[in-house]
C-alpha cells in the first residue's frame, strides 16, 4: 500500500507570518492530493484538493502545491491568523487510483501565536 | 454541512462485549469508510465500502466488521471488544468523483 508522511508533528509561528507544512508521498504519484483542517474533537474538514498535472492551486490565503519529481505537496497559509490554529492532514487515494480508498498523513498541528 | 450522522457519539463499554457503530448519510455518496484515530497514528482506515453489499478491508481490519444493505447506512461492528479499540471513530462518505470526503462527528468508544 502507499504511505504518506507529514514530517513535523508541530508547527508554531507568529501571527502575520506565512506557515509552510509539508506532505511526502511514496512510490507512485497519486492521481490527486487533498488537504484537511482538524479542530479538537471534531471531524476533519476538507479545504483544497489538487490534481497530478497541476503545479499550484489557491484559494483565499491557501497555497498548495505538488511535486511529483520530490513526491511531495506543500501546504501555505498566508498572512496566518490565530484561528488557523489547527491540526492539517494530506490524504492521498490508497492504490494510485483516482477515488476511494484515502490514506491519511499523521497530521500537523499549526499554533499561530498572536 | 453534508448530512451524515454517527451514531453513538459516546461509548463506554466493557470487554468482550459487542458493539455496532452506525453511519447515516443523506448524500447518496456511492463511498462510505470508516476510520479510527488514535494520538500518535492519525487516521487509520478500517473498513470501506464502495456501493450496497461491497466492502473491502482497509489497514487496520482485525477485529472488525462492517455491513452496507443500505447505501444510507454503513455499520460497523466490533464483535468482542478489547481495550485496544478504545478510540475515536470516525466515519466519512465520498461521492466517487474525487472531489472531497466529508467526515462525521466522530465516536469516542472506550473499553473498560
Known amino acids: 500500500s502507499q504511505k504518506i508522511e507529514q514530517n513535523s508533528e508541530a508547527l508554531n509561528i507568529q501571527e502575520g507570518k506565512t506557515a509552510t507544512l509539508t506532505c511526502n508521498y511514496t512510490?507512485?504519484?497519486?492521481?490527486?492530493l487533498q488537504w484537511y483542517r482538524q479542530d479538537p474533537g471534531r471531524g476533519p474538514v476538507f479545504l483544497l484538493l489538487i490534481r497530478e498535472n497541476e503545479k499550484e492551486k489557491r484559494k483565499e490565503r491557501l497555497k498548495v502545491t505538488f511535486d511529483t519529481t520530490l513526491k511531495q505537496s506543500l501546504f501555505h497559509i498566508t498572512a496566518s491568523q490565530p484561528a488557523d490554529s489547527a491540526t492539517y492532514l494530506c490524504?492521498?487515494?490508497?492504490?494510485?487510483?483516482?477515488?476511494?480508498?484515502?490514506?491519511f498523513g499523521k497530521g500537523t498541528k499549526l499554533s499561530v501565536k498572536p | 454541512d453534508a448530512g451524515i450522522t454517527q451514531s453513538p457519539r459516546h461509548k463506554v463499554t466493557e470487554t468482550g462485549t459487542p458493539v455496532t457503530l452506525r453511519c447515516h448519510q443523506t448524500e447518496n455518496h456511492r463511498y462510505m469508510y470508516w476510520y479510527r484515530q488514535d494520538p500518535g497514528h492519525g487516521l487509520r482506515l478500517i473498513h470501506y465500502s464502495y456501493g450496497v453489499k461491497d466492502t473491502d478491508k482497509g489497514e487496520v481490519s482485525d477485529g472488525y466488521s462492517v455491513s452496507r444493505s443500505k447505501t444510507e447506512d454503513f455499520l460497523l461492528t466490533l464483535e468482542s471488544a478489547t481495550s485496544s479499540q478504545t478510540s475515536v471513530y470516525f466515519c466519512a462518505i465520498e461521492s466517487g468523483s474525487a472531489t472531497e470526503a466529508f467526515f462525521g462527528q466522530g465516536t469516542r468508544l472506550t473499553v473498560v
Open positions: 512510490n507512485y504519484s497519486p492521481a490527486y
Open positions: 490524504a492521498r487515494p490508497n492504490y494510485g487510483g483516482s477515488q476511494g480508498n484515502l490514506i
